[in-house]
């Protein structure tokens, strides 16, 4: 591998729209001022990105309230799991990637501390991911990520068919050529989420209410703290920092915070969950590119039969919230991964999950503190909040501690979609 090129600098934030240069950096300690029954810290939002925010604030001994309809239920429900930053890297997304690996090195212990917080395994498999090329066109367009990576300092290598049949005899006839990643792995999601609930569970200072958000709650005047949110059922939820963490609908929760722009959008993605039969003996995550379409296989643990979930995805669709399974979606996912992987055909389709992740312009997500007291960001992962959780946690950690964000985190400016103070209306919408 070639020596790694420095890495070009990032664009340096805006005076006055960090913790360390004048944003409000909400504090975590108790708040001695707050009304009886409010908690310290209010999560908008139950997925994998708020529960891990939610679990950190309690690890600080924070009292907090997670408010969601159907915690789980969300991008994290179809979400495979894969962490990987190398096999994704992409041209013109170096803040990905740095946040992406950055996060992955977090993985390990997270994932113990999560489990010996929660008493249950996240399915954490450090097995490598092995990605095919299916015809020669998509061998050249792996082999132009391989030198993107290269260049990088990344470790992937471009290795044989025969050596990739090595790795995953299953691998089928028709294969061009194949690249190896050691480092990239994956964890279960939806084991994830249920230790974070778990481990929450397990704190009489944690609460988890099955309520909608539909706005965040403000006190009356410009330059006011958020102070809370207003459910469906129109209750009020106070707390002294907020963490909005409600993927793609979060930016409809912002009427009364026009300083903040949050553009979150729908991205559907479908996803394919497999029941293989004892012999579909496949270790390591595989990813594909047939005719130029992304396609990934990720299989779980073996359980006592024998038997093993394959997770196959995914699509991307640009479509509002549709939780439609689309026979073409379907399709498209069996046709890619068989024409990889033909002992597919064998396996039992079991579910089709049906998911908005919440995009932004950028790809890049919005997370850390604001201008506005009470009010952190943590929302627009897109693809990648499973990947994410860990920096994410270790974010949330700072904030509300009053410490500087990991330094891939402070690169991305939260902000940076919002309008420059002076264009703020001075009327602000909504009330209190």
């Not at 960090?18 to 997925?47: I, T, Y």
């Not at 015809?135 to 990576?149: C, I, K, P, S």
């Not at 403000?218 to 209750?235: E, F, I, K, M, Q």
């Not at 902000?415 to 602000?428: G, Q």
Request: aromatic letters at 4%; proline letters at 11%.
């Amino acid at each position: 591998m070639s020596a790694a090129l420095p890495h070009p600098a990032l664009p340096a934030r805006p005076p006055g729209r960090d913790g360390g240069l004048g944003r409000a950096a909400p504090s975590g300690l108790p708040h001695d001022h707050l009304p009886d029954g409010a908690a310290d810290v209010l999560v908008v939002g139950g997925g994998i990105v708020g529960l891990t925010a939610a679990w950190r604030a309690s690890r600080a001994g924070l009292r907090v309230t997670v408010l969601d309809p159907s915690p789980g239920d969300g991008a994290t429900h179809a979400a495979a799991g894969m962490l990987a930053p190398v096999t994704e890297a992409d041209f013109g997304e170096e803040a990905a990637l740095r946040l992406g690996s950055d996060s992955a090195a977090r993985w390990p212990v997270f994932a113990a501390e999560l489990e010996a917080d929660s008493g249950l395994s996240v399915g954490l498999r450090t097995t490598g991911t092995l990605t095919l090329a299916y015809d020669g066109d998509d061998l050249a367009l792996g082999r132009r990520v391989r030198a993107l990576q290269e260049a990088w300092g990344l470790d992937s290598t471009e290795i044989s068919v025969a050596a990739a049949r090595d790795l995953e005899p299953l691998v089928g006839p028709r294969v061009a050529g194949a690249f190896w990643a050691p480092g990239d792995h994956q964890v279960d999601p939806r084991a994830v989420h249920r230790a974070l609930t778990a481990a929450l569970g397990r704190d009489p200072r944690a609460a988890v209410v099955h309520r909608r958000a539909v706005r965040l709650l403000r006190s009356p005047g410009l330059g006011a703290p958020v102070t809370g949110a207003l459910d469906d059922a129109g209750h009020e939820h106070r707390a002294g920092t907020v963490v909005l963490a409600a993927g793609a609908d979060s930016g409809a929760l912002l009427t009364v915070v026009p300083e903040v722009c949050v553009p979150t959008r729908p991205v559907k993605g479908q996803t394919l969950r497999l029941d293989a039969p004892p012999w579909f003996t496949l270790d390591h995550v595989v990813r594909g590119i047939v005719q130029g379409r992304p396609v990934y296989v990720v299989p779980r643990t073996p359980g006592p039969d024998g038997h093993r979930e394959v997770v196959v995805g995914a699509t991307s669709e640009e479509h509002p919230d549709d939780r439609r399974a689309t026979a073409g979606g379907v399709f498209a996912l069996l046709r890619d991964a068989r024409a990889l992987l033909p002992g597919l055909d064998e396996a039992a389709l079991v579910e089709v999950t049906p998911r908005v992740r919440p995009g932004t312009p950028d790809n890049l997500p919005l997370l850390g503190p604001t201008t506005v007291p009470g009010l952190v960001l943590a929302t627009g992962h897109y693809r990648n909040g499973v990947l994410l959780a860990p920096v994410t946690g270790a974010a949330v950690d700072a904030v509300l501690a009053g410490e500087p964000l990991p330094p891939t985190v402070a690169a991305i400016d939260p902000l940076r979609f919002s309008p420059a103070p002076s264009s703020v209306p001075t009327n602000r919408p909504g009330g209190p």
